[in-house]
């Protein structure tokens, strides 16, 4: 079970940090961040290996968000900084028993329920 938090409202270059609570050990799990915009396909945000040594950012956010876990509170982090109106979306976390960071959405196979994150200008 995984349980997203820390979406809200935030104005153009400001910053949120999200947070992913896992049921089991993080580092039995590669843990990714998705997004979803309204009228608009789940994308790739961020990902990180069960072991933390690899993580994998979309082009889009790369400089500005930085995804990071700590294993003794099974929680996967998301810092989002300089935000733009364009991240915009439903934030939801996955995990993958993948030993890898995969950044496409079938190979996670848990979900949690998302977290809105509304950036204005």
């Known amino acids: 079970q995984l349980q997203a938090s820390g979406g809200g409202l935030v104005q153009a270059g400001g910053s949120l940090r999200l947070s992913c609570a896992v049921s089991g050990r993080t580092d039995s799990y590669a843990v990714g961040w998705f997004r979803q915009a309204p009228g608009k396909e789940r994308e790739f945000v961020s990902s990180?290996?069960?072991?933390?040594?690899?993580?994998y950012y979309a082009d889009s956010v790369k400089g500005r968000f930085t995804i990071s876990k700590d294993n003794a509170k099974n929680t996967v982090y998301q810092q989002m900084d300089s935000l733009k109106p364009e991240d915009t979306a439903v934030y939801s976390c996955a995990a993958s028993h993948s030993t890898i960071a995969p950044i496409k959405s079938y190979w996670y196979g848990y979900w949690g329920q998302g977290t809105q994150v509304t950036v204005s200008s």
């Open positions: 990180i290996s069960w072991s933390g040594g690899s993580t």
